[in-house]
């Protein structure tokens, strides 16, 4: 990453970046995950029950190449797998 030092970092920062993350817990989306966990018919077949005191959406691999751009980060490619379901996200924050 690079940019100016000071208060001024973050806007003036650029850069590209990879992020990869094992076994957490995305703590946002308690009721979502706990929605997923129920519908999710391979962990049913395997007779494995869901995980209902779990606070968040557990997930088995994070990961995606970031870019940060005068304080704005973006992705085309984050990717969230977990027992419950894939997801892919593409944006900016």
């Known amino acids: 990453l690079h940019g100016e030092i000071g208060s001024n970092y973050l806007p ?16 946002q989306f308690p009721i979502l995950s706990k929605v997923f ?14 995980d209902m005191d779990s606070k968040g959406m557990p997930f088995n691999n994070l990961t995606g190449n970031l870019r940060l751009d005068e304080g704005v980060i973006s992705s085309d490619d984050l990717a969230i797998k977990s027992e419950a379901m894939n997801q892919s996200y593409y944006g900016q924050l």
Do not use: W
């Not at 966990?37 to 869901?50: D, E, G, K, M, T």
């Open 37 to 50: 966990s129920l519908l999710n018919v391979s962990q049913i077949f395997a007779l494995r029950l869901p």
């Open 12 to 27: 003036s920062s650029y850069g590209r970046f990879n992020i990869q993350v094992r076994d957490g817990i995305l703590h």
